[in-house]
C-alpha cells in the first residue's frame, strides 16, 4: 500500500490532505480509500516548481528509525509522541529543501558508491541490519525506501561538501578554550585523545549551524504547506 500512495501523491494535492486510490476492481462510483496522509508539500507555486510531497508514512519511518537503537520494541510498537513526529518531519523538511537547491544548481548526480556508504550509514544508526528488517517489515516498506533516502543524503552531502568547504574549520585555540570550559570532561583521556574528541565535536557544531542556516534561508523562498503534526 505504501508503494501505491506514492504513485498516487501528486493526485492528492488538489483534494484534501491525503492519498485516495480508487480500487483499481471496483465499480464506478465506489468510494475511494485512503492509503497515506500527506504530511507536507514543498514547492508547486509553478510548472517549473513541482510539488514534493511528505508523506505521514515517511515521518513514522524516520521517527521509529530515530527510536530503532535506544528501544527497539518500543520502535516497532509504541504509539509515537507528536513531538517526536514533528521533529522527524522537521528533518525530511530540511533535507528536501536542501535536495531542491542540489538539483537546481546542478550538483552532480551522486555515484553508486556514494549511495551505498549512505545506505551503510543508515544501517548502523539504526543498529543492524536486523531491527531495520524488522522494521520494515512492520511498516509494510521496502528497501527501495531506504534507497531512496540514502540517495537524497548522498545528494545532500555533496551539496554541502561544495557549498559550506571550510566553514567547520576549528583552530587551536577554539580548541583550547572548549577544553578549558570543559574541566574535568577529558580526564579519562590521553591529550591527544581529548584533543581530537573537542575538535570533531567542535567541527560537528559549526557543520549543525550552517545546515541550519541554509535550511532557515530555503525555507523562507520556498512554498511549505504542512498538513500534519503541528503544535497543537
Known sequence: ???LGVLCGLAALSGEAGLWAQPPSAAQGTEP???DGLAAVLGGTDPLDPPRPILQSDVELRARLALLPQDSERALF???PRSLLKAALDELIGEQLIAIEAERVQIAAPRSMDIAHELGNIEREAGGRRGLVRLLARLDASQLELEAMALRRALISAFL???L????VV???EVDARMRSAGSSWSDESPEAARAAVRAALMQEALTRNIEHW?????ARTRVRVFAYAAP
Open 165 to 168: 568547504e571550510g566553514v567547520n
Open 171 to 173: 583552530t587551536d585555540a
Open 161 to 163: 561538501r561544495a557549498n
Open 78 to 80: 509504541a504509539e509515537l
Open 33 to 35: 480509500v485512503l492509503i
Open 215 to 219: 535550511v532557515r534561508v530555503l525555507r
Open 1 to 3: 500500500m505504501r508503494a
